[in-house]
T-cell receptor
Framework: DTGVSQDPRHKITKRGQNVTFRCDPI?????LYWYRQTLGQGPEFLTY????????KSRLLSDRFSAERPKGSFSTLEIQRTEQGDSAMYLC???????????????FGAGTRLSVL | DAKTTQPPSMDCAEGRAANLPCNHS???????VYWYRQIHSQGPQYIIH???NNETNEMASLIITEDRKSSTLILPHATLRDTAVYYC????????????FGKGITLSVRP
């Protein structure tokens, strides 16, 4: 059973550096989501893709953040000019796009923990 | 998203049933209730979902009141490994995109 995988699991970087995270969804899933979780809080939605199209972006996704899913399979999340406030767990989830009004079960990866020094 | 309200924490003894409540009084007729849990330092794990009827799977049971304004997640025989934060989520139908996680309920299972 290949679930959602994320790489790396941990990333330590210095303020001002760029970082990139990768997410490989469950193979038959056409939707892919990114969330961010800070200490003591629940995950917060950042953006999602259906196939290669980015359909929604949160206001949390500043100009320094960019996400891609070029072939509708894996996705990358890049943060440019990292700040200490970017320190968080970045979670990826995938699902099958539902019929209108149907269920939408998202399956999560283990996350990438980013520490910005 | 429909607002959900959960108590901040509860505990139960190992081997006993854990009943985790959730209020979602503004839920619409076609909105699902989902439950996820997050064990420390791991990604959220899907547990169960329901619309109108009670549901059961290998992990838990979900009891939804007739008016759909509240639900209860039941772990029939809690183990120490069930210690986690449990989230009750009601996404907006049609948007069907993001999950809005509140603070959840922290379940502590004691030996």
């Amino acid at each position: 059973d290949t679930g959602v995988s994320q790489d790396p699991r941990h990333k330590i970087t210095k303020r001002g550096q760029n970082v990139t995270f990768r997410c490989d969804p469950i193979s038959e899933h056409n939707r892919l989501y990114w969330y961010r979780q800070t200490l003591g809080q629940g995950p917060e939605f950042l953006t999602y893709f259906q196939n290669e199209a980015q359909l929604e972006k949160s206001r949390l996704l500043s100009d320094r953040f960019s996400a891609e899913r070029p072939k509708g399979s894996f996705s990358t999340l890049e943060i440019q000019r990292t700040e200490q406030g970017d320190s968080a767990m970045y979670l990826c989830a995938s699902s099958l796009a539902p019929e209108w009004g149907g269920k939408n079960i998202q399956y999560f990866g283990a996350g990438t923990r980013l520490s910005v020094l | 998203d429909a607002k959900t309200t959960q108590p901040p924490s509860m505990d139960c003894a190992e081997g006993r049933a854990a009943n985790l409540p959730c209020n979602h009084s503004t839920i619409s007729g076609n909105e699902y209730v989902y439950w996820y849990r997050q064990i420390h330092s791991q990604g959220p794990q899907y547990i169960i979902h329901g619309l109108k009827n009670n549901e059961t799977n290998e992990m838990a049971s979900l009891i939804i009141t007739e008016d759909r304004k509240s639900s209860t997640l039941i772990l029939p025989h809690a183990t120490l490994r069930d210690t986690a934060v449990y989230y009750c989520i009601v996404p907006i139908t049609g948007a069907n995109s993001k999950l809005t996680f509140g603070k959840g309920i922290t379940l502590s299972v004691r030996p």
